[in-house]
């Protein structure tokens, strides 16, 4: 159970305060609610961006590192479809250093066009290397837009196309600052060993006095139910071939995440689940295989991914596959094999909660979501999903009309023989 109070500052920014008083570290998390999909298809990967231009200086603060580091700090950040997130560590005594550099580029970034330059040559660079020269790296620029047709989902984080970066221009990367990196638009929470009426003290001080912002409202399209298979196959000078098969599943508050999040775990987490004990231990046709659950706010993927052993025939893997999740969907899962996932899941929740810097992450991401409490109540409603739950989930999720399917083959380049 974390432990937290609350409040909101008049211009708007969301504070929440979780005391430990057995650590004499303090941390802060700031969470913006912009992510990827809140771009514009033709102007992509500036939610990205702006996660590397948040550090190159704001109004009074040329060098973001710097203050930090000489007291005792560190910090870092990272950007998903939904949220971006910045967080630091210190020494508790040294608190208020943290909420001066936050609270001076929420006011506003230096921006400079050698600084925009700069970072915008570090993600372009990031994607070439992460993305496109990066063996399977361009899974997910292909594995997207077959599986979202309408929702900005359908783009990865890194951005649409390397383009959208290179062109970005400095009235563009202003706009969108204006937009989204406002207190109306954020949550702070304040964690470690430092009390409630200090944190909200230090709160009413530096960021009290920044304008609110225009409130940013949300108006995407939803994603069509998808009612027919889709199939890719695409090939690259990989090792092996693989196969990424993606379901559309309930968004991250539904009642039925948990219980889809528990079939990603029966399929696919660890060596005893389903498919690596009947496709990799057993059959030998996979090399590797796993499930997972993407947790996007909106409605999100239950992937499947493998790589196949060597002279293993794409289709027929992936009819393997398909045989075993169809299995979930005809039979009953047996209450020792659920409990098993269960527990599972229920201890990852508690290790969650173990570092302090978790412990601030899952309370904004909580209060983004809708509540605060949301982290405490996980376990509870895990452990409420039965075995019907799981079969009607199924029947629904991994439908195989609710399907979009890669098949990535394995295309070896010929190198040139000298005569």
Known sequence: MIEFKEFTLDNGLQVIVHEDHTTPMAVLNVLYNVGSRDEEETHTGFAHLFEHLMFSGSKNIPLYDEPLQRVG????????????SYYLSLPAQNIETGFWLESDRML???????????????????????YLNQPYGDVWLKLRPLAYKQHPYKWATIGKEISHIENASMDIVKAFFRKHYSPSNAILVVAGN?????????????????????K?????????????????????????????????????????????????????HGKSSRLYERLVKQQKMFNSIAASVSGSVEGGLLIIQGKL????????????????????IEQKVDETELNKVKNQAETTIVFSEIDLLNRAMNLAYGKLLGDANFINTEGEKVQAV??????????????????????????KKVEAVEA
């Open 73 to 84: 700090g560190e910090n870092n950040a990272f950007t998903s479809p939904d949220i971006t």
């Open 108 to 130: 506003e970034l230096a921006f400079s066009e050698n600084g925009l330059e700069v970072q915008r040559k570090v993600v372009v660079e990031e994607f070439k290397q992460n």
């Open 194 to 214: 430092v009390t409630f009426e200090h944190a909200r003290d230090l709160a009413d001080k530096w960021f009290g006095p920044i304008p609110s912002g225009e």
């Open 216 to 268: 940013y409202v949300r108006n995407i399209p939803a994603e069509p139910a998808q009612t027919e298979p889709r199939v890719l196959e695409t090939s690259a000078d990989v090792p092996l071939n693989a196969i990424y098969k993606a379901y559309h599943m309930p968004p991250r508050t539904h009642k039925d995440y948990h219980a889809v999040d528990l079939i990603s775990d029966i399929l696919g």
């Open 309 to 328: 052993s060597e002279g293993v025939d794409l289709r027929e893997a992936n009819a393997a596959i398909e045989a075993i999740t169809n299995e979930l």
């Open 386 to 411: 039965t075995p019907e739950d799981i079969q009607r989930c199924a029947r629904q999720v991994l439908d195989p009309n609710n399907c979009s399917t890669l098949l990535y083959r394995a295309e």
